[in-house]
């Protein structure tokens, strides 16, 4: 079969995620911090496009141009690409094309998405064009999502699903519904690395002496275990509570007002205490959200995401829409539940 012919191209939807709640712990040893979360996956997405001819190389392509995407071997994609050619032993030159419409450093995991999005397309276009010897396994695939990134094996998972260690070590929690949300896009980007440096000089300051004397393996600010605790009797009580414990909800609303129930139990973004001091705009986004009519407003990641919960996909869309009105750049979609992610990823006719 000749390569580049239109069935050796495969589009997948790279889907957006946000942070339920999001604690940071000490740093480790290893440079990164133990962290505790709750990733839900949302309808948001950019398009990645693979496609494998003769010859060798990978090439990296933003549709839209975005100068912002690197197009270089540090382009999360890149980098997925060349490791899932290695461990299969495939070869031939890969294409990847970047339909960027997510924010870049925008806390919703885009780059992160591109490349499960690219291992996904990658396997399937090897699959089309040539008998491969083997498929990546389980966890071979969680396995090169985690060197790749932190955020990365979130996306071999969809739904909502708990990241504990830093943030890699994904558990598939049984779905919450999906629920109408906005979102929120300031001007600026958070570099994540950066974040995290100012949450260290944050904690090194008035709580050094406390923090000194607990487990450095464990989250150890004042209250985050209690209220780690609260939600998960809250998760608890929905699941008890649900008579489709594991299925996406139909219809929403009890279950989505048992979700907003859940969110407010009291979870909180670490980020925003180190955020917003240095970007005040992303605290009044919050706050224009909350005027809007959200049931919760959060800091999504290191952000500069903002985004809110709603009961309508109405009050939603009239939130957007007002937001717009005040100079923001505001979105209605909803959260996706993992069945959703999974049968929506794949485009078809490209
Ligand atoms: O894993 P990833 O490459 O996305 O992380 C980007 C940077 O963010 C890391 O180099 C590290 O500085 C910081 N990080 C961290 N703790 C985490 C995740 C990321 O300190 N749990």
Redesign the pocket.
Known sequence: MAYNSPSMTVAVRSFAKINLGLYVGA?RAD?????RTVYQTIALHDVIRVSVGRGSGIEIACKNKDPRVPLDSSNTCYRMAERVLDELGAKGRVSVEIEKRLPVQGGLGAA?SNAVATMVALELVLKKTRTLKKKLSGPTRLRIAAEV???LPLFLVGGTALGVG??EEVYPLPDLPSVPMVVAVPEVGVS??QA?AEWDALIQGERAAELRSTDGERLTRPGASDRLFEVGCALSAWLSGSPNTGAPAKGGSRAGSLLLDLVRTGIENDFEKVVFPQYPELRDIKGALERAGARYTSLSGSGSTLYGLFRSPADAAKAASRLRKQGVRAEATSTLTRQQYWKKSLVTGR
């Open positions: 740093a440079g990164y911090h133990d962290l992160s990134g932190s955020d830093r943030g994540t690395a995290f």
